[in-house]
């Protein structure tokens, strides 16, 4: 089964309405010269979804960053999944390690927010990785099958779920696993998802990278078979940094 690759732009806590007019930038570059069979997502900080949905078209996908489990209700701060649509949000990043750390995210939470972005019509880009300290102990892969297993509830597909691998250590760090590392991670992701969800669903469900890609390294990471895109920080505030990670995905 072909994969569409996915390059998912994660704003982080960063940007403003002016910070939009990146996003411009990338739809009118992407408009003139498209990244044929490339799929390109922006999550914004929340309270920049709508004015982004009106702007992006239907030339970048906007989501959210995260969602509550709930629909609606007390719960002061927060934003639902239902909310996150009703902007015009497609997508949503669920369980980034920084929500992990920042916010005290379990996998049993992150699996929850699954369900209601499904309940609500978003697709969920799930997010597993290890530490660094998780990773000299030899832990990666016993982590990452622990996180597959609870983070992704039963139902996930490949139409509502979407993988994103990221070590930890590698966020904003400017250090990569080696590309062969990176082959061998996401090719135990997907066996893993066989064991859970069946071959037809590991064989169709997106496994992005993320972690310090950029433009001199998305090629040889995104040539990988397993690698269906990639999560992209800090190079994805500039459409003169994100651009080139897109145009490196088509096949
Ligand atoms: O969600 C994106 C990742 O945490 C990667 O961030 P980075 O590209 O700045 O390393």
Not at 52 to 58: F, I, M, Q, T, Y
Not at 137 to 153: F, G, H, W
Not at 232 to 242: N, Q
């Amino acid at each position: 089964m072909s994969r569409t690759p996915l390059i998912a732009g994660n704003w982080k806590m960063n940007g403003s309405r002016a910070a939009l007019d990146e996003l411009s930038a990338m739809v009118a570059d992407l408009g003139a010269n498209p990244a044929d069979g490339v799929q390109v997502l922006i999550c914004p900080p929340a309270i920049l979804i709508a004015r982004a949905v009106e702007l992006a078209g239907e030339t970048v996908a906007i989501g959210g960053q995260d969602a509550h489990p709930k629909e609606s209700g007390a719960h002061t701060g927060d934003v639902s999944a239902a909310m996150l649509k009703d902007a015009g949000a497609s997508h949503v990043i669920l369980g980034h390690s920084e929500r992990r750390t920042d916010h005290g995210e379990a996998s049993e939470l992150v699996a929850r927010k699954a369900e209601a972005a499904w309940a609500s019509g978003l697709v969920a880009v799930i997010c597993i990785g290890e530490t660094e300290a998780e990773k000299n102990a030899s832990r990666t892969l016993d982590v990452l099958a622990d996180q597959i297993e609870r983070s992704l509830p039963a139902g996930a597909t490949p139409a509502n779920t979407v993988v994103a691998y990221e070590p930890v250590w590698a966020i904003g760090t400017g250090r990569t696993p080696t590309v062969a590392e990176v082959g061998e991670t996401h090719a135990f992701i997907r066996g893993r998802i066989a064991d859970r969800f069946g071959a037809e669903a590991a064989n169709g469900m997106r496994i992005l990278y993320g972690g310090s890609v950029k433009a001199s390294n998305a090629a040889e990471l995104l040539a990988l078979g397993d690698v269906d895109g990639a999560l992209v920080g800090g190079a994805s505030l500039k459409a003169a940094d994100f651009l080139p990670i897109c145009r490196a995905a088509r096949g």
